[in-house]
Protein backbone atom coordinates (compact mmCIF):
# COMPACT_ATOMS: atom_id res chain seq x y z
CA UNK A 1 0.00 0.00 0.00
CA UNK A 2 2.89 2.39 1.23
CA UNK A 3 5.97 0.51 1.12
CA UNK A 4 6.91 1.38 -2.53
CA UNK A 5 6.20 4.95 -2.17
CA UNK A 6 8.62 5.24 1.14
CA UNK A 7 11.19 3.58 -0.68
CA UNK A 8 11.24 4.77 -4.10
CA UNK A 9 9.36 7.96 -3.91
CA UNK A 10 11.43 10.62 -5.96
CA UNK A 11 11.57 13.08 -2.96
CA UNK A 12 14.96 14.50 -2.06
CA UNK A 13 14.94 13.20 1.33
CA UNK A 14 18.07 11.39 2.66
CA UNK A 15 16.36 8.78 4.97
CA UNK A 16 12.54 7.81 3.64
CA UNK A 17 10.38 8.56 0.75
CA UNK A 18 7.23 9.94 0.44
CA UNK A 19 3.34 9.07 0.06
CA UNK A 20 3.08 10.22 -3.29
CA UNK A 21 2.60 7.32 -4.86
CA UNK A 22 0.85 5.85 -1.98
CA UNK A 23 -1.52 2.82 -3.16
CA UNK A 24 -0.03 3.06 -6.51
CA UNK A 25 -0.98 6.36 -7.93
CA UNK A 26 1.20 7.69 -10.46
CA UNK A 27 2.84 3.97 -11.08
CA UNK A 28 2.15 3.13 -14.10
CA UNK A 29 4.12 2.70 -17.48
CA UNK A 30 6.19 5.78 -16.94
CA UNK A 31 10.05 4.98 -16.10
CA UNK A 32 10.89 3.65 -12.77
CA UNK A 33 12.95 5.50 -10.37
CA UNK A 34 15.92 3.80 -11.38
CA UNK A 35 16.11 3.65 -14.63
CA UNK A 36 14.11 4.97 -17.74
CA UNK A 37 14.44 1.74 -19.33
CA UNK A 38 12.28 -0.36 -17.00
CA UNK A 39 7.72 1.33 -16.05
CA UNK A 40 7.82 1.90 -13.18
CA UNK A 41 4.37 -0.88 -12.61
CA UNK A 42 6.98 -3.57 -13.09
CA UNK A 43 9.58 -2.60 -11.11
CA UNK A 44 7.16 -1.50 -7.97
CA UNK A 45 5.95 -4.97 -8.23
CA UNK A 46 9.41 -6.39 -8.55
CA UNK A 47 10.62 -4.89 -5.60
CA UNK A 48 7.01 -5.62 -3.20
CA UNK A 49 8.14 -9.36 -4.16
CA UNK A 50 11.29 -8.63 -2.10
CA UNK A 51 9.44 -6.22 0.26
CA UNK A 52 7.34 -9.69 0.90
CA UNK A 53 9.67 -12.17 1.70
CA UNK A 54 12.25 -10.82 3.88
CA UNK A 55 9.83 -11.28 6.91
CA UNK A 56 9.12 -14.98 5.99
CA UNK A 57 12.45 -14.99 7.02
CA UNK A 58 12.24 -14.18 10.51
CA UNK A 59 9.84 -16.29 10.71
CA UNK A 60 11.89 -19.77 10.39
CA UNK A 61 13.53 -18.42 13.95
CA UNK A 62 10.12 -19.26 15.72
CA UNK A 63 8.20 -21.90 13.95
CA UNK A 64 6.13 -23.92 16.38
CA UNK A 65 5.22 -21.41 18.90
CA UNK A 66 4.24 -18.36 17.43
CA UNK A 67 0.77 -17.28 16.84
CA UNK A 68 -0.93 -16.16 13.57
CA UNK A 69 -2.52 -12.81 14.10
CA UNK A 70 0.17 -11.36 16.03
CA UNK A 71 2.60 -12.47 13.18
CA UNK A 72 0.41 -10.76 10.60
CA UNK A 73 0.59 -7.47 12.74
CA UNK A 74 4.40 -7.78 12.69
CA UNK A 75 4.33 -7.97 8.86
CA UNK A 76 3.27 -5.50 8.22
CA UNK A 77 4.63 -3.29 11.32
CA UNK A 78 8.19 -4.11 10.93
CA UNK A 79 8.09 -4.03 6.92
CA UNK A 80 6.79 -0.51 7.55
CA UNK A 81 9.32 0.43 9.70
CA UNK A 82 12.45 -1.41 9.58
CA UNK A 83 12.99 -2.76 6.07
CA UNK A 84 11.31 0.53 4.01
CA UNK A 85 13.75 2.94 6.01
CA UNK A 86 16.71 0.11 5.37
CA UNK A 87 15.60 -0.23 1.71
CA UNK A 88 15.74 3.49 1.04
CA UNK A 89 18.81 4.58 2.53
CA UNK A 90 20.43 1.77 0.82
CA UNK A 91 18.90 1.07 -2.54
CA UNK A 92 17.27 4.83 -3.42
CA UNK A 93 19.77 6.96 -4.90
CA UNK A 94 18.46 9.74 -2.50
CA UNK A 95 19.42 7.89 0.31
CA UNK A 96 22.20 8.62 2.88
CA UNK A 97 23.79 5.39 2.81
CA UNK A 98 23.70 5.34 -1.07
CA UNK A 99 25.20 7.90 -1.14
CA UNK A 100 27.94 7.48 1.20
CA UNK A 101 29.49 4.90 -1.13
CA UNK A 102 27.92 1.54 0.18
CA UNK A 103 26.91 -1.66 -2.68
CA UNK A 104 24.69 -3.30 -2.54
CA UNK A 105 23.64 -4.86 -5.64
CA UNK A 106 20.44 -6.92 -4.52
CA UNK A 107 19.40 -6.02 -1.05
CA UNK A 108 21.98 -7.67 1.16
CA UNK A 109 21.37 -5.53 4.09
CA UNK A 110 17.89 -4.76 3.75
CA UNK A 111 16.55 -8.41 3.26
CA UNK A 112 18.93 -10.34 5.08
CA UNK A 113 20.75 -8.49 7.54
CA UNK A 114 17.81 -6.63 8.54
CA UNK A 115 16.28 -9.97 9.08
CA UNK A 116 18.64 -11.91 10.70
CA UNK A 117 19.15 -9.82 13.13
CA UNK A 118 15.42 -9.29 13.84
CA UNK A 119 15.20 -12.88 13.75
CA UNK A 120 18.02 -13.13 16.36
CA UNK A 121 16.20 -10.68 18.65
CA UNK A 122 12.15 -12.49 18.02
CA UNK A 123 13.66 -16.06 18.99
CA UNK A 124 14.86 -14.88 22.73
CA UNK A 125 11.73 -12.48 23.07
CA UNK A 126 9.42 -15.32 22.26
CA UNK A 127 11.42 -17.67 23.92
CA UNK A 128 12.39 -21.74 23.19
CA UNK A 129 9.85 -24.33 22.24
CA UNK A 130 8.92 -26.72 25.16
CA UNK A 131 11.06 -29.33 25.08
CA UNK A 132 14.15 -27.68 23.96
CA UNK A 133 17.12 -28.87 25.09
CA UNK A 134 20.65 -27.00 25.50
CA UNK A 135 23.31 -28.56 23.31
CA UNK A 136 20.78 -31.11 21.46
CA UNK A 137 20.45 -31.24 17.49
CA UNK A 138 16.66 -31.72 16.70
CA UNK A 139 16.21 -34.00 14.24
CA UNK A 140 14.71 -32.46 10.76
CA UNK A 141 10.95 -33.46 10.06
CA UNK A 142 11.46 -33.90 6.58
CA UNK A 143 14.66 -33.92 4.59
CA UNK A 144 12.81 -34.38 1.25
CA UNK A 145 10.99 -31.16 1.80
CA UNK A 146 13.75 -29.64 2.91
CA UNK A 147 15.78 -30.23 0.16
CA UNK A 148 13.28 -29.23 -2.51
CA UNK A 149 12.19 -25.94 -0.84
CA UNK A 150 16.54 -24.87 -1.31
CA UNK A 151 16.62 -26.09 -4.99
CA UNK A 152 13.13 -23.63 -5.54
CA UNK A 153 14.91 -20.91 -3.12
CA UNK A 154 17.90 -21.49 -5.22
CA UNK A 155 16.44 -21.05 -8.61
CA UNK A 156 14.33 -18.17 -7.27
CA UNK A 157 17.44 -16.73 -6.15
CA UNK A 158 18.64 -16.09 -10.33
CA UNK A 159 15.40 -13.72 -10.69
CA UNK A 160 16.59 -11.90 -6.90
CA UNK A 161 20.25 -11.12 -7.82
CA UNK A 162 19.92 -11.53 -11.75
CA UNK A 163 16.88 -9.43 -11.51
CA UNK A 164 18.09 -6.59 -9.84
CA UNK A 165 20.63 -5.63 -13.20
CA UNK A 166 16.79 -4.74 -14.38
CA UNK A 167 17.75 -5.89 -18.00
CA UNK A 168 19.01 -8.67 -19.67
CA UNK A 169 22.00 -7.70 -20.12
CA UNK A 170 26.22 -8.71 -19.26
CA UNK A 171 25.60 -7.69 -15.87
CA UNK A 172 22.60 -9.69 -15.26
CA UNK A 173 24.50 -12.64 -16.38
CA UNK A 174 27.24 -11.99 -14.16
CA UNK A 175 24.92 -11.97 -10.96
CA UNK A 176 23.31 -14.95 -11.98
CA UNK A 177 27.07 -16.82 -12.71
CA UNK A 178 28.66 -15.66 -9.29
CA UNK A 179 24.95 -16.48 -7.57
CA UNK A 180 25.05 -20.02 -8.58
CA UNK A 181 29.00 -20.47 -8.20
CA UNK A 182 28.92 -19.00 -4.63
CA UNK A 183 25.72 -21.45 -3.75
CA UNK A 184 27.45 -24.52 -4.51
CA UNK A 185 30.73 -23.29 -3.23
CA UNK A 186 28.38 -22.97 -0.07
CA UNK A 187 27.18 -25.93 0.04
CA UNK A 188 29.95 -27.62 -0.47
CA UNK A 189 31.90 -25.91 2.22
CA UNK A 190 29.04 -26.99 4.70
CA UNK A 191 29.32 -30.42 3.61
CA UNK A 192 33.14 -30.56 4.08
CA UNK A 193 33.00 -29.16 7.30
CA UNK A 194 29.96 -31.95 7.86
CA UNK A 195 32.18 -34.64 6.82
CA UNK A 196 34.86 -33.51 9.07
CA UNK A 197 32.95 -33.50 12.52
CA UNK A 198 30.60 -36.33 11.63
CA UNK A 199 31.91 -38.84 9.18
CA UNK A 200 28.87 -38.28 6.90
CA UNK A 201 28.02 -36.21 3.77
CA UNK A 202 25.19 -34.45 4.91
CA UNK A 203 22.32 -33.29 2.71
CA UNK A 204 21.24 -30.75 5.05
CA UNK A 205 24.26 -29.58 5.38
CA UNK A 206 24.63 -28.77 1.50
CA UNK A 207 21.28 -26.87 1.98
CA UNK A 208 22.52 -24.96 4.76
CA UNK A 209 25.84 -24.04 3.10
CA UNK A 210 23.99 -23.41 -0.58
CA UNK A 211 21.31 -20.98 1.18
CA UNK A 212 24.40 -18.99 3.03
CA UNK A 213 26.48 -18.60 -0.39
CA UNK A 214 23.11 -17.18 -1.85
CA UNK A 215 22.51 -15.03 1.39
CA UNK A 216 26.62 -13.98 0.98
CA UNK A 217 26.80 -12.68 -2.66
CA UNK A 218 23.07 -11.27 -2.52
CA UNK A 219 25.24 -7.44 -2.40
CA UNK A 220 27.65 -7.95 -4.58
CA UNK A 221 26.68 -9.91 -6.96
CA UNK A 222 26.74 -7.14 -9.65
CA UNK A 223 29.98 -5.80 -8.53
CA UNK A 224 32.32 -9.06 -8.24
CA UNK A 225 33.97 -11.25 -10.86
CA UNK A 226 33.10 -15.03 -11.33
CA UNK A 227 36.03 -16.20 -9.04
CA UNK A 228 35.68 -14.72 -6.26
CA UNK A 229 32.03 -15.69 -6.12
CA UNK A 230 33.71 -18.94 -4.88
CA UNK A 231 35.45 -17.66 -2.07
CA UNK A 232 32.22 -15.65 -0.82
CA UNK A 233 30.36 -19.04 -0.57
CA UNK A 234 33.55 -20.64 0.91
CA UNK A 235 34.08 -18.09 4.13
CA UNK A 236 30.59 -17.34 4.29
CA UNK A 237 29.82 -21.02 5.12
CA UNK A 238 32.69 -22.12 6.93
CA UNK A 239 31.74 -18.73 9.31
CA UNK A 240 27.96 -19.49 9.31
CA UNK A 241 28.62 -23.29 10.22
CA UNK A 242 30.28 -21.92 13.65
CA UNK A 243 27.82 -19.34 13.96
CA UNK A 244 24.85 -21.77 14.47
CA UNK A 245 26.72 -23.20 17.37
CA UNK A 246 26.39 -19.37 19.37
CA UNK A 247 22.70 -20.40 19.98
CA UNK A 248 23.62 -22.79 22.49
CA UNK A 249 26.32 -20.97 23.70
CA UNK A 250 23.76 -18.36 24.61
CA UNK A 251 21.01 -20.14 24.96
CA UNK A 252 18.59 -19.37 22.68
CA UNK A 253 15.93 -21.23 20.14
CA UNK A 254 16.61 -19.79 16.50
CA UNK A 255 14.83 -23.11 15.12
CA UNK A 256 16.03 -22.94 11.39
CA UNK A 257 19.18 -20.94 12.39
CA UNK A 258 18.25 -17.66 10.63
CA UNK A 259 20.58 -15.56 12.44
CA UNK A 260 23.91 -17.39 11.58
CA UNK A 261 22.97 -18.04 7.90
CA UNK A 262 20.88 -14.02 7.07
CA UNK A 263 22.19 -12.32 9.69
CA UNK A 264 25.89 -13.26 9.97
CA UNK A 265 25.91 -14.66 6.05
CA UNK A 266 24.45 -10.93 5.25
CA UNK A 267 27.00 -9.11 7.35
CA UNK A 268 29.93 -11.24 5.64
CA UNK A 269 28.78 -11.19 2.18
CA UNK A 270 28.56 -6.74 2.49
CA UNK A 271 31.84 -7.00 4.47
CA UNK A 272 33.49 -8.97 1.42
CA UNK A 273 31.89 -6.90 -1.29
CA UNK A 274 33.99 -3.99 -0.29
CA UNK A 275 36.92 -6.22 -0.82
CA UNK A 276 35.76 -8.06 -4.37
CA UNK A 277 33.76 -5.20 -6.15
CA UNK A 278 35.33 -3.93 -9.53
CA UNK A 279 34.82 -1.61 -11.48
CA UNK A 280 35.01 -3.64 -14.73
CA UNK A 281 31.87 -5.47 -13.71
CA UNK A 282 29.70 -2.24 -12.94
CA UNK A 283 30.93 -0.97 -16.12
CA UNK A 284 29.27 -3.73 -18.02
CA UNK A 285 25.92 -1.83 -17.41
CA UNK A 286 27.56 1.65 -17.92
CA UNK A 287 27.45 2.31 -13.90
CA UNK A 288 31.03 4.26 -12.58
CA UNK A 289 32.05 2.74 -8.93
CA UNK A 290 35.11 2.96 -7.11
CA UNK A 291 35.60 -0.25 -6.65
CA UNK A 292 36.99 -2.32 -3.58
CA UNK A 293 40.22 -3.57 -2.25
CA UNK A 294 40.76 -4.98 -5.41
CA UNK A 295 40.70 -2.06 -7.13
CA UNK A 296 43.07 -0.03 -4.51
CA UNK A 297 39.96 1.50 -2.76
CA UNK A 298 40.32 0.37 0.81
CA UNK A 299 37.70 3.01 1.87
CA UNK A 300 34.92 0.74 0.45
CA UNK A 301 35.39 -1.54 3.45
CA UNK A 302 34.40 1.05 5.35
CA UNK A 303 31.72 1.69 3.92
CA UNK A 304 30.42 -1.42 3.79
CA UNK A 305 30.93 -2.24 7.59
CA UNK A 306 29.48 1.03 8.84
CA UNK A 307 26.09 0.60 6.39
CA UNK A 308 26.00 -2.99 7.34
CA UNK A 309 26.54 -1.61 11.70
CA UNK A 310 23.51 0.74 11.04
CA UNK A 311 21.28 -1.79 9.30
CA UNK A 312 21.93 -4.15 12.46
CA UNK A 313 21.83 -2.06 15.57
CA UNK A 314 18.53 -0.22 13.87
CA UNK A 315 16.38 -3.60 12.66
CA UNK A 316 18.16 -4.85 16.44
CA UNK A 317 16.22 -1.77 18.55
CA UNK A 318 13.38 -1.24 16.32
CA UNK A 319 12.29 -4.86 16.39
CA UNK A 320 13.29 -5.07 19.93
CA UNK A 321 10.96 -2.17 20.54
CA UNK A 322 7.72 -3.46 18.30
CA UNK A 323 8.03 -7.00 20.07
CA UNK A 324 7.65 -5.87 23.30
CA UNK A 325 4.71 -3.33 22.78
CA UNK A 326 3.13 -5.78 20.79
CA UNK A 327 4.05 -8.83 23.71
CA UNK A 328 1.79 -6.27 26.12
CA UNK A 329 -1.14 -5.42 23.67
CA UNK A 330 -4.29 -7.18 24.61
CA UNK A 331 -4.90 -9.96 22.01
CA UNK A 332 -1.33 -9.13 20.10
CA UNK A 333 0.99 -11.52 22.75
CA UNK A 334 3.42 -13.46 20.81
CA UNK A 335 3.67 -16.80 22.25
CA UNK A 336 1.06 -19.64 21.79
CA UNK A 337 0.04 -21.90 24.95
CA UNK A 338 1.59 -25.09 25.78
CA UNK A 339 -1.00 -27.23 24.89
CA UNK A 340 -1.28 -25.51 21.51
CA UNK A 341 2.40 -26.42 20.88
CA UNK A 342 1.80 -29.83 21.56
CA UNK A 343 -1.26 -30.12 19.37
CA UNK A 344 0.92 -28.13 16.18
CA UNK A 345 -0.03 -24.66 15.21
CA UNK A 346 -1.51 -26.01 12.42
CA UNK A 347 -4.09 -27.54 13.91
CA UNK A 348 -4.41 -25.24 17.09
CA UNK A 349 -4.29 -21.74 15.20
CA UNK A 350 -5.58 -23.20 11.35
CA UNK A 351 -7.65 -26.35 12.43
CA UNK A 352 -5.72 -28.26 9.53
CA UNK A 353 -2.49 -30.77 9.88
CA UNK A 354 0.09 -30.42 7.15
CA UNK A 355 1.32 -34.03 8.41
Keep these: MIGYSLVFNKKKNPFIGGLDNAFFIGVDDHPSPVTDSLPSIIFAIYQGMSAAITPAFIFGSIVERDRVVPSIVFIFIWTTVVYDPIAYWTCNPNGWIYQLGSLDFAGGIPAHTSSGIAALV ?13 NKEIEPQ ?25 GANSRA ?11 VSGGLTWMFFDYRTKKKLSILGFCSGTITGL ?21 AAASCRFAVKLKYFFDYDDTLDVFAIHGIGGFIGNLMTGIFAQKSIAALDNINISGGLLDGNWMQIIYQFTASVVGIVYSLL ?27 IDKSELGESVY
Design 122 to 134: YSIIIGRRHGYEK
Design 318 to 344: ITAAILLIMNITPGLSLRSKKEDEEEG
Design 142 to 166: NIINATFGTFLIWFGWFGFNGGSAL
Design 215 to 235: VAITPGSGYVSIPSSVIFGFI
Design 173 to 183: AIACTVTNLAA
